[in-house]
């Protein structure tokens, strides 16, 4: 769908600018976008790197074993149905850790991993399990308190106080992911009652 409307958006743009004569303003905000995003990508390139290497750091050290220990009682609450000495508990915590430093990009592939191993154990392979749905909920919600990668785009594109987004974010992330995982809670409890009741 994505692949129509950008296409239509700038052929729309081209010929508003020919109808009305603002070809040297379209010029010159073709030349400044693309100065403003090779400046942004390397911002957010050099962001990347830091906090991608320091998870990589973090995972040899202790602290990844400290942390996957801290969140037990929450994944356990959270997904009930994996097995709690599994190495699924430690990539679903690194995934967390990764989203709540608001490391989008670095918490991505740690996501891709934990829902390979998630995938390999679902005997049905074409129907999400209730691990799997909670687990895209909480990341789509991405309870973040320190979002590096938006204060980042902030910062590189001149902002006076581009940490000045902490606190709404807090409230937006917090808001979703409650939202969401009762939400996800409800619906699995549904579920489950309407297979017992097939069942039976």
């Known amino acids: 769908m994505l692949n ?3 296409p239509v958006f700038i052929i729309i743009s081209f010929l508003y600018a020919i109808l ?3 070809i040297e303003k379209l010029n010159n905000s073709i030349f400044e976008s693309t100065t403003n995003t090779v400046n942004l990508c390397l911002t ?21 074993k400290k942390m996957t220990k801290f969140f037990k009682p929450i994944i356990n609450f959270l997904f009930p149905e994996i097995d709690k000495n599994s190495k699924l508990h430690e ?6 850790i990764a989203n709540i430093l608001g490391l989008g990009n670095a918490a991505t592939p740690l996501g891709i991993k ?6 390999k154990e679902n005997q049905d392979k074409k129907v999400l399990t209730n691990t799997m749905a909670m687990f895209i909920v909480i990341n789509t919600a991405s309870i973040q308190f320190i979002p590096t990668t938006v ?7 001149g902002s006076n106080n581009p940490t000045a987004i902490v606190f709404p974010v807090w409230v937006a992330t917090v808001s979703a992911a409650i939202a969401g995982i009762t939400a996800t809670k409800i619906f699995i409890k549904i579920s489950s009652k309407g297979k017992i009741k097939k069942c039976k």
């Not at 957010?44 to 202790?62: E, P, S, V």
């Not at 990539?91 to 967390?96: A, G, L, T, W, Y």
């Not at 934990?114 to 995938?119: D, G, I, N, S």
């Open 151 to 157: 204060i980042a785009i902030r910062s590189s594109l």
């Open 4 to 6: 129509i409307i950008w």
């Open 114 to 119: 934990a829902m390979k191993t998630m995938q």
């Open 44 to 64: 957010l390139i050099g962001n990347i790197c830091l906090w991608n290497g320091i998870m990589n750091i973090a995972n040899k050290t202790t602290f990844m």
């Open 91 to 96: 990539e679903i915590s690194m995934n967390i």
């Open 20 to 22: 009305f004569g603002s």
